[in-house]
């Protein structure tokens, strides 16, 4: 018999998230009440400003005449809450911004299978397949981010204890106060980030069974093969904008400018905090993919630093191909099942990463070249000066291991109804390609590194684990089956991440988190 099987999975999901905050400043807060008792106050209490008593505490210094408690919440100033007794009406500075993030994910898996079994006599039979898989990811991340200047706010708790906001001077809900600009005052940004994924798989296996007696004693032998082979290809594309340039004008971009629109009807059924205008989705991605001729994004140190730790040292290219064989003997004796195997697999790895060179060869001043620190806030100023080459480079990395794998299963049949198992195998797990790429991920700080590297681990060798299990079924002729099943794992090498201090004494010491082995024979990272 011969089978064909082929599938195609596609899964598109399209995603855009806005936000708009107001960002304050406690230490900003103030209370937003009156405290001194004066014309203001008479006329929002409702007293007669020609009462005697009035007139004379009007007539008192501005600090001999509070504003009493009971005054401040007949006035609103405070309002009473039974359960925490008060609140009080605040006052705040601060920003407010608008943000609008788009994602699109299109992933694509395509697999293929052919096989069959052939039977050649009462003995032998052949049973073969062949594969292959195809997995694409493409994924974009779009976003803008506008902010305002300074806003006044004031908050507190109203009729019926129901919060209320109030903004002076309503930049909150006019498009044009937000905008886009660089330094020295800066107030949001620009991304344009794309992921790409490739992850192919194929292979071939076949397994021939033989089975033949002596005497009382029925075998059968199995031999197979496998090899599988794959590839995996990892890109990030990112671009940040820390800053814009508009010909003929400021040098800013504002919401009312790229365009926008009124908030979704549903956003009003949440309370009294309208949103404002929000971001025109359409508007938003046709400007990122073409800003014009009077329009220039420009990326700032900080965004070229982002790009090259979160995207240039994270791409890679890696190979896992692994060759197998085995051998399997089953005896069936008297109730009782044998099964005894051995399995070989070989493995090899290869891996194409990115590294960043923090010293590099620069012109020397009498001549000749010098090598020259470069810390991530120049970054940009040597790739806008054509050292990219020196700044970046490509390692590639091969290695190979091999495992022998035991197996014993015993099965004893005491009759229809019970059935007693134990066996003992030993397996292994695999480290991810990311546990195992040579690469060195370095966290950025302003123009510095950050006190934090992380490392992969070439020399990270699969997890092993020894296997022990024995159990049992009783099954119940007319109401089903019962089990009791115990288990033992002894592991050897599981992987985990550890953090070292790199020269303790040194306050700005680098911290190093490592992926690494319990099984020290297999751990070669230098710390």
């Known amino acids: 018999s011969v089978h064909l ?22 230490s900003d807060a103030s209370y937003a009440g009156k405290t001194a008792f004066d014309i203001e106050v008479v006329n929002a209490l409702g007293l007669d400003p020609n009462d005697p008593e009035v007139i004379a505490r009007l007539a008192l210094p501005p600090d001999e005449r509070p504003v009493s408690f009971d005054e401040a919440v007949a006035m609103g100033d405070i309002a009473w809450n039974a359960e925490k007794l008060t609140y009080t009406r605040q006052h705040f500075q601060g920003e407010g911004s608008k943000s ?71 930049k909150l809900g006019d498009p044009f106060y937000y905008r886009f600009n660089g330094p020295p005052n800066s107030y949001g940004g620009v991304n344009d980030n794309e992921l790409q994924s490739t992850d192919e798989r194929s292979g071939a296996e076949a397994n021939l069974e033989v089975k033949y007696s002596f005497g009382e004693l029925n075998w059968t032998t199995k031999i197979g093969a496998a090899f599988d082979v794959r590839d995996k290809s990892y890109r990030r594309f990112f671009q940040g904008y820390g800053d814009i340039e508009i010909g003929g004008g400021s040098n800013l971009l504002r919401l009312s400018d790229l365009g926008f629109k009124e908030s979704e009807e549903f956003l009003k059924d949440y309370g009294d905090f309208d949103p404002g205008p929000q971001f025109d989705t359409e508007k938003a991605r046709a400007f990122i993919a073409d800003q014009g001729d009077n329009i220039t994004l420009i990326a700032t140190r900080g965004s070229v630093t982002s790009t090259v730790s979160n995207a240039i040292l994270q791409d890679y290219d890696a190979t896992e191909d692994i060759s197998a064989g085995y051998l399997m003997q089953t005896l069936d004796w008297k109730g009782y099942t044998f099964i005894a195997g051995l399995r070989f697999e070989q493995t090899d790895n290869t891996f194409t990463n990115n590294v960043i060179n923090t010293y590099i060869e620069t012109p020397a001043p009498g001549g000749g070249t010098r090598e020259t620190y470069i810390s991530p806030g120049f970054w940009k100023v040597v790739i806008d000066n054509g050292f990219e080459d020196e700044l970046f480079s490509t390692e590639t990395s091969e290695r190979s291991y091999d495992n022998l794998l035991p197996a014993l299963h015993v099965i004893k049949r005491f009759d229809e109804d019970l059935i007693l198992r134990g066996s003992y195998t030993q397996t292994i797990a695999r480290p991810t390609f990311t546990d195992l790429i040579p690469r060195e991920i370095i966290g950025v700080s302003g123009l510095d590194f950050a006190p934090s590297v992380r490392l992969a681990n070439f020399d990270l060798m699969p997890q092993e684990s020894e296997n022990f299990d024995l159990g049992g079924d009783y099954y119940f002729k007319k109401v089903g089956v019962i089990g009791v099943n115990f288990f033992y794992k002894n592991l050897t090498g599981p992987v985990y991440t550890e953090s070292r201090i790199i020269n303790p004494s040194d306050p700005l010491a680098m911290e190093l988190n490592a992926k690494y082995s319990s099984d020290p024979s297999v751990n070669n990272i230098e710390w």
């Open 100 to 170: 609008w993030n788009s994602k699109i994910i299109k992933d694509r898996i395509f697999t293929l299978q052919a096989g069959g079994k052939s039977r050649f006599g009462d003995r032998f039979n052949l049973d073969y397949k062949v594969y292959t898989s195809d997995a694409d990811k493409d994924w974009t991340d779009q976003g803008i981010s506008m902010g305002t200047t300074a806003t006044s706010t004031f908050s507190g708790i109203g009729e019926g204890n129901v919060p209320y906001f109030i903004e002076e001077g309503e």
């Open 5 to 26: 099987a082929a599938s195609l999975n596609e899964f598109d999901n399209d995603e855009v998230l806005q936000e708009t905050r107001q960002r304050i400043n406690l």
